[in-house]
């Protein structure tokens, strides 16, 4: 089992910055890839981006390509989402995600792990 909590939501202004946080605990983390959604009212789940267990590949939805950057620590078991330049549209519930696999995937039913979500909230 792995357990994950995000942190770091909140309102901001259009072109602000957030910086999420998904702490896990249990299995050994670093074994993990790990994939970002948001899910906005009334939208699916939607890939955001993910990142391999090694650190060395990382993938970016088209809509948030250079304006987020994800990263991870193993030996904090962390990874974070660096949100920057926001828009209304990024407005949504932000989950962290786990899978144990090399590669993160863009799928919501390819994780196996959770965490409860974190409100991002973007005005004009």
């Known amino acids: 089992q792995v357990q994950l909590v995000e942190s770091g939501g909140g309102s901001v202004q259009a072109g602000g910055s957030l910086r999420l946080s998904c702490a896990a605990s249990?299995?050994?983390?670093?074994?993990?890839?790990i994939g970002w959604f948001r899910e906005a009212p009334g939208k699916e789940r939607e890939f955001v981006a993910g990142?391999?267990?090694?650190?060395?590949?990382?993938y970016y939805a088209d809509s948030v390509k250079g304006r987020f950057t994800i990263s991870r620590d193993n030996a904090k078991n962390a990874v974070n989402l660096q949100m920057n330049s926001l828009k209304p549209e990024d407005t949504a519930v932000y989950y962290c995600?786990?899978?144990?696999?090399?590669?993160?995937?863009?799928?919501?039913?390819?994780?196996?792990?959770w965490g409860q979500g974190t409100q991002v909230t973007v005005s004009s």
């Open positions: 990142i391999s267990w090694n650190r060395g590949y990382t």
């Open positions: 995600a786990a899978d144990l696999r090399t590669y993160p995937e863009k799928v919501v039913r390819d994780y196996t792990y």
């Open positions: 249990g299995r050994t983390f670093s074994n993990y890839a």
